[in-house]
């Protein structure tokens, strides 16, 4: 047994770590990450979704919560569920807007980037749960994957805590200020403020139309956020995310977990092929204007240091084909391409089938060239169109 530090705050918080070890190089960090928490005498809630190691893990933490939902949300659920997303309900924050030429600016809302948030939150919901019943005053969100800091984790909890007091603050939450959102991975907040809050205590992780008519589409950042807010407009201490990082652990945010140092790494032949399917993201979808209908391609390289070339382009409805022009996608760098080919209203009705996307996929670091495929039902195509409608005033 550990002793305690001389440290108030000490005894009235619960560290929430948020994991997926699904592998013996993870279980290995994690026990390392533990270990390090209860040598300070911290407590510790490990909730996750994976049964992985379990034995050893529930060795080194006070609480730990096993959830076997793991429910990632899919694009389907998504388009289906689309008819919950009403102008004043959705959140446009983490956006990315895009122009159409004769159509205007169209908003592409990305939730296939973060499939699964719904997963995620809830293992803070557990976290939070066990914490309001055994009375735990402030409980800190801690993401798995984080190194161990320079100093000791106690500290963190004093001085940060004893600021968020003297301020009158009840969430402190660190704010990437070069992006303009924060960061899920480290907060602290007041217990309460999460347990009352009538949109964060819902029965949202159940099903889709749950999920999706609370949060409509808001992002996992997003949500911590807003909960947070919800004790006020004043209510939440923002810390930017890099000096946080430099001042306790000695690195930047992109240096500091373990799948920011794996994925940082030069790609191997193998990697390539995870890299382009993780990092290129596509949007094929119809559109309607002027009676005509049409598609819409959008492409988004989400990666901060690999670039694609795609080439052999090729969209494919009904018996019409059309070429795409090749381009590079640069790092955050987005594509677009639309076309009037599917017809006008009176004759949408009488087509079936899909829309085709075919494409290469080169890997500028590397030599691995491969083919990536997409079909969208047209006879989704109204349901894309209300997910796509919104523009920006």
Request: proline share 3%.
């Amino acid at each position: 047994m550990y002793p305690r530090m001389e440290n108030k705050y000490i005894d009235d918080s619960l560290v929430i770590v948020g994991a997926h070890q699904d592998s013996m190089e993870k279980l290995s960090h994690t026990m390392d990450m533990l270990l390090s928490l209860k040598r300070s005498g911290i407590n510790v809630c490990f909730v996750t979704h994976c049964n992985y190691g379990l034995d050893k893990i529930a060795e080194a933490c006070d609480y730990l919560i096993f959830d076997s939902n793991n429910t990632f949300v899919n694009d389907y659920e998504l388009i289906n569920c689309c008819p919950l997303f009403k102008p004043e309900g959705i959140s446009q924050r983490w956006s990315n807007w895009y122009s159409v030429p004769n159509l205007g600016l169209f908003s592409s809302f990305m939730a296939r980037h973060a499939p699964h948030q719904r997963s995620a939150l809830s293992l803070i919901k557990n976290g939070i749960n066990l914490a309001s019943r055994n009375n735990y005053e402030w409980t800190i969100y801690l993401e798995y994957d984080y190194s161990q800091p320079l100093v000791d984790f106690g500290d963190i909890i004093k001085d940060q805590i004893e600021d968020m007091v003297s301020e009158g603050k009840d969430s402190l939450l660190l704010m990437r200020k070069n992006e303009g959102f924060i960061s899920g991975g480290f907060s602290i907040y007041r217990t309460e403020i999460f347990q009352q809050n009538e949109m964060f205590s819902s029965r949202w992780e159940k099903d889709s139309i749950s999920w999706f008519g609370t949060f409509r589409n808001m992002f996992f950042e997003e949500i911590i956020e807003a909960v947070a807010c919800s004790g006020g407009e004043d209510s939440v201490l923002y810390r930017d995310e890099e000096e946080f990082f430099q001042k306790y652990w000695g690195k930047s945010g992109r240096e500091l977990t373990l799948y920011k140092a794996l994925t940082g790494k030069s790609p191997s032949k193998d990697f390539s092929r995870i890299t382009a399917i993780e990092y290129l993201k596509y949007s094929l979808f119809p559109y309607k204007a002027d009676g005509k209908y049409g598609v819409v391609l959008a492409c988004y390289n989400i990666s901060d240091h690999i670039s694609f070339r795609i080439s052999s382009s090729t969209l494919k409805i009904s018996e019409v084909e059309i070429k795409i022009p090749d381009f590079i996608a640069e790092p955050g760098s987005w594509f677009t391409f639309h076309d009037q080919v599917i017809g006008d209203i009176d004759s949408i009705s009488e087509l079936n089938g899909h829309l085709h996307l075919e494409f290469d996929v080169k890997n500028l670091e590397e030599d691995y060239v491969h083919r990536i495929c997409q079909k969208v039902p047209v006879s989704d195509i109204e349901k894309f169109w209300l997910l796509r409608r919104l523009t920006k005033e």
